[in-house]
């Protein structure tokens, strides 16, 4: 399809539009909407359900079986220990302060945020620069909110306008107590009510419950599938054969108690994540899969850029990132490489997406660093990809709490081999000279360095030596008490924590970008709505449209369908009765990327009709070759181009539009 | 493979080599292990996840793509209104008793089989009649609390031993009370410490939390994903053009958070299920696929024959079962019947399942019929899949509260005309005459049915009629005040909440007899356990074994590897360092069907063997022919009696067992 024109930007970008369609055709709505709704709840129709198992079952592909990675489906409800010991009870947390007089609770970042933004877009008014609020810049509550704080539009000093910039370009940068400062200074009051609000304090993000009867065992519901996967290293490890470096993956629900969710798809309390650990030698974070992805080119926005206030990309191919040290290493360069082709796959638009490196208190208190991919919609720039590398924190954590060595055992090729002096204490005289104090004597000796260690020896050669304790006691050894040999050791494994680089995915963030990527009206058509989503995602795949429900046409439609089915294609009939073209439109809604005709001529002649959702051309064939040309379509083999080579133009005198 | 003989019961089913197996190889674990674990919360590792990928697959293919369902992917934090609405905050709970003195806690009803499990068992012991417990006849607990419950084998009355077996087969009609006073009356104590028990409780079996950062709305992790089916009804209708009947399903995570759950994946706090919602008139509960399953045979145990202490199942086919009304209606029948075909088709063993008819008080609140397909293990039968009409419940009740209409409407082919007596009252004189008793006066005329209203009629006819309020008031109505006519209505909507049939599946359970049937040691060798998987279910289809990782073999790998995966089946290889007859070994433990050996012949040749894992037996061919065959093979649309009509048989010199 890419060499055939459509001019899809030929109306601007319509959210509101775009967001009755997804509601009216259930794609996905808020969750009991009947009962009035939960703030970052929603609930995904049959469209919705089909566009998001398709991205799974591409991502385990993509993923999955293309790196062997070994998955895992572990349990939501985790005890309270766990997550004490990972850090998430006492660290995961957000700032949230409340209305001082409603006690409204507002998330602080959030607030100081959109009320920078609103006093920025009111001295653009008062400049007169300012545009008319595009409908794409903020959803309507937004809008509305920013509309009541910025009453009347207000100039501001071009000092005031640059300070406001570099709060916000680094405001992730922003701790709790700085952001109440920021609140104070610019005098931030909540936009709703005008009152003052408190200082920040913290709310940790995960639900609790209790597991069992006696209400003894406190439980949290995950806010990321990790800590299971690290919890089970040692059963992975040894389901690969001991092998490192390797990966575990998991997609599954995971949890957040959000403040104050507002932005529909893109901040929800409860998610569908997959979420890859990957564990390597902390010594050697290259990847043999490198020189496969060398090549690709990312627009990175890095630490230091944004640092210094700015936020534009810089365009470069990984290898060279990683070549640089922009970027860390070689499998972090890997997957932030294969994490774009994923995207790229399922719709995402190149232009629209870029590589941002987390500030340093920005980061998760696990993380040593981390990339987010973030994709580019109507309400700026969203994470919907975090690639972090948690280094050795995680299982080090959790090792040490329970006891259970969470490490590989690595036999080397060649054994080290190392000499050292030693001390050996000859235990009865020991005892019997110093009593209470050998202990702490035999520590001493055990602590010397090696240089420290030669010259005791010296000096027992001598006959005796003098040791001083730290409170400054004086004993003194002599060679019946203690000898120094150089003794030689054979270390044949090597024992070590592995690092683990994490790409953890928002399945919903990806879908939402996807569809407002992928969402346009027709030059001709503003009213038509069409989603241009690629067949490895679409719900369905082809759409058998009979020219009636007559009876006439069952067999044809049994058999197409049949046939269909049979190559792995998805298809679905509609057989409504209204005219084919508005069957098409309506599945243009739906994004199904081809539609196939059954009227009297295929009766008669066994011929089909094969119509592509972009460009509403039409091909004719036999049935038999219609199929495989519309299943290779599907597979990705062929694109329209050539599926135009391969079967002649319709044009026939049946309207389609 | 049906004609091909292969011993699978050489050696008795062993439960405890089972485990081992599971547990060695990951299928899956106790969750949070190196914490100590948590009962009832299992993480499933690669091979139980794919395993479980599997069944879901089948089972999206067999129920929501066969029949057209609206998929749905719900939010499983769910607002308490809704549940208190649906009856579970009330009404979901388990009876618990407490040891008076150590508070232990422990479900009622288990504890009263586990202790009449034990007498009779002992009764038998006495009697001479006992065989040694198999290891199949409980897991280890179970077992190690049957010997301490029984102590010295105690002989027991003829009388007794019947009426122990009339309340083991009963049980489960037994209310919270009921079954106090079984404690009371069998003296049934606490096994483990001999002390009483406390009277019954009700424990409510959701698990609670809070949603946002106020805590003033709680919320519960649902225990099914039913609910969410229905508050979307008004959206899933609408989806589906107004029309009925149609189902919604969802696959996805429930929980209950289980007294004390004892016995492996049967019994869990957390686990995957399958739900289905059929939406049905309630006055025509026929199924149009009915007759594609009417010959189905099923072994039934109805509510009758329970409830006279019997569990003989009655085979016979659904269409006979539904003409005799012992299943209530053909869209039910239809559900048990393709119940039955899916559990067959992904290898649970037709003779170890059973359709058993709940008893009237063990039904759920909502649920005004219901089967349950049974599936017999080593516990003995554990429910896998619920089959109950909850009838018009839920939506009702959910349409109550909210005020939000949960129903259908339809257009009549024929509107329905009818004709009545209507009054019409004067609105000028009738208040001016009544004052305040107006409305009352009205109430009771409108309430009068025909007869009384014509002779109303005729009484106005002739100048006046008295009525008299409940009060005993007296009113003289005359012809000014008001007129009685005759109407004609025209009614062309008829609407109506429709009856729900909801097919649910416990996909854990259902796995975990899977495995307990699939299980087998070869007659020669003990020691070496086979999973003999359906090829659509196993976790890897084909294994791919070079004779070692030497260099000369990877092109070859990678040609099988890409060629297979091509045809869309998924393959592993196997390079480990040991001999092919080891491999092929532990990928029966695996339950990977089939086998291709890749060795110096291969390279010369380009022929390679393909190995059937139940019968060991090996065939040889050219590459592309035996990657056709298997090919075939996993797909189901040859058996292993048909392949070696394809290929010759390999008795190569190279060993492979």
């Known amino acids: 399809m890419a060499n055939i024109q459509v001019n899809k930007t030929a109306h601007p970008f319509d959210k509101p539009r775009l967001e009755a369609l997804?509601?009216?055709?259930?794609?996905?709505?808020?969750?009991?909407?009947i009962y009035?709704?939960?703030?970052?709840?929603?609930?995904?129709?049959?469209?919705?359900?089909?566009?998001?198992?398709?991205?799974?079952?591409?991502?385990?592909?993509?993923?999955?079986?293309?790196?062997?990675?070994?998955?895992?489906?572990?349990?939501?409800?985790?005890?309270?220990?766990?997550?004490?010991?990972?850090?998430?009870?006492?660290?995961?947390?957000?700032?949230?302060?409340?209305?001082?007089?409603?006690?409204?609770?507002?998330?602080a970042d959030h607030l100081v945020k959109n009320v920078i933004e609103a006093r920025l877009a009111g001295d653009q008014e008062a400049r007169g620069l300012a545009t008319q609020p595009q409908a794409d810049d903020a959803d309507k509550k937004k809008?509305?909110?920013?509309?009541?704080?910025?009453?009347?539009?207000?100039?501001?000093?071009d000092e005031e306008v640059a300070e406001y910039e570099r709060i916000l370009a680094t405001l992730d940068n922003f701790s709790g107590p700085e952001l109440g400062e920021l609140c104070r200074k610019y005098k931030i009051t909540n936009p709703d009510t005008d009152n003052e609000v408190t200082e920040p304090q913290e709310f940790n993000l995960m639900f609790a419950s209790s597991i069992g009867p006696t209400g003894q065992h406190p439980g949290y519901l995950r806010p990321e599938t990790a800590q299971s996967h690290f919890l089970n290293f040692s059963r992975l490890l040894e389901f690969n054969n001991g092998r490192v470096?390797?990966?575990?993956?998991?997609?599954?629900?995971?949890?957040?108690?959000?403040?104050?969710?507002?932005?529909?798809?893109?901040?929800?309390?409860?998610?569908?994540?997959?979420?890859?650990?990957?564990?390597?030698?902390?010594?050697?974070?290259?990847?043999?899969?490198?020189?496969?992805?060398?090549?690709?080119?990312?627009?990175?926005?890095?630490?230091?850029?944004q640092s210094s206030g700015r936020t534009d990309v810089t365009s470069m191919t990984i290898g060279e990132a990683v070549a640089k040290g922009i970027v860390a290493n070689e499998t972090l360069g890997y997957f932030l490489a294969r994490i774009y082709q994923f995207l790229v796959k399922i719709g995402i638009n190149p232009e629209r997406l870029r590589f941002r490196q987390h500030m340093s208190n920005e980061m998760a208190h696990y993380a040593t660093d981390c990339w987010d991919a973030e994709i580019h919609n109507s309400t700026g720039w969203t994470e919907c990809v975090g690639c972090a590398d948690r280094a050795a924190y995680d299982l080090t954590v959790h090792s040490k709490k329970t006891g259970h060595p969470l490490v590989v055992r690595q036999a080397l090729k060649e054994p080290i081999v190392t000499e050292k002096e030693v001390a050996e204490f000859n235990k009865k005289t020991f005892g019997k000279t110093f009593g209470k104090d050998s202990a702490a004597i035999q520590n001493i000796v055990n602590n010397l360095d090696e240089p420290a260690l030669l010259k005791l020896k010296g000096e027992l050669a001598q006959g005796a030596a003098t040791i001083t304790t730290s409170e400054g006691k004086e004993f003194k050894l002599?060679?019946?008490?203690?000898?120094?040999?150089?003794?030689?050791?054979?270390?044949s494994i090597r024992e070590y924590t592995p690092n683990v680089i994490e790409p953890s995915f928002g399945l919903g963030r990806i879908l939402y970008t996807l569809l407002e990527h992928s969402f346009w009206s027709r030059e001709q058509d503003v009213e038509r709505g069409v989603l241009s989503l690629p067949a490895v995602?679409?719900?369905?795949k082809v759409l058998i449209v009979p020219l009636s429900a007559k009876e006439e046409f069952a067999p044809l439609v049994r058999e197409v369908s049949s046939k269909l089915r049979k190559a792995g294609v998805f298809s679905r009939v509609d057989d409504s009765n209204t005219s084919i073209g508005k069957r098409y439109a309506r599945n243009d809604e739906l994004g199904?990327?081809?539609?196939?005709?059954?009227?009297?001529?295929?009766?008669?002649?066994r011929t089909m009709t094969l119509r592509e959702r972009d460009t509403t051309g039409q091909l004719i064939g036999p049935i038999d070759e219609v199929i495989a040309v519309v299943t290779d379509l599907v597979q990705g083999n062929i694109d329209w181009a050539e599926a135009c080579k391969k079967l002649p133009a319709y044009d026939g005198v049946q309207a389609v539009e």
Chains 1, 2 share one sequence.
Do not use: C
């Not at 809008?143 to 000093?157: G, I, T």
């Not at 995602?537 to 369905?540: E, I, L, R, Y």
């Open 592 to 605: 199904t990327p081809f539609g196939v005709t059954l009227d009297f001529a295929s009766v008669q002649n």
């Open 245 to 305: 470096p390797f990966a575990s993956a998991q997609i599954g629900r995971s949890f957040r108690n959000e403040i104050s969710p507002r932005a529909g798809l893109l901040r929800v309390r409860e998610f569908t994540m997959a979420e890859i650990e990957h564990y390597v030698d902390p010594d050697d974070k290259r990847h043999e899969k490198f020189h496969e992805v060398r090549d690709v080119a990312l627009r990175l926005l890095d630490r230091n850029v």
């Open 537 to 540: 995602v679409a719900p369905t």
């Open 143 to 157: 809008k509305k909110k920013a509309d009541k704080a910025k009453k009347a539009p207000v100039r501001l000093s």
């Open 22 to 33: 997804l509601n009216r055709r259930f794609f996905y709505a808020p969750a009991y909407e």
């Open 36 to 107: 009035g709704g939960v703030a970052g709840l929603y609930d995904y129709g049959p469209p919705g359900s089909s566009l998001q198992a398709n991205i799974i079952s591409e991502w385990r592909k993509h993923f999955i079986i293309e790196d062997h990675m070994l998955e895992l489906d572990t349990t939501i409800m985790t005890p309270a220990p766990v997550f004490e010991t990972s850090g998430h009870v006492a660290r995961f947390a957000d700032w949230m302060v409340k209305d001082s007089k409603t006690g409204d609770v507002l998330r």
């Open 478 to 491: 002599t060679p019946d008490l203690l000898t120094i040999e150089r003794k030689t050791f054979k270390q």
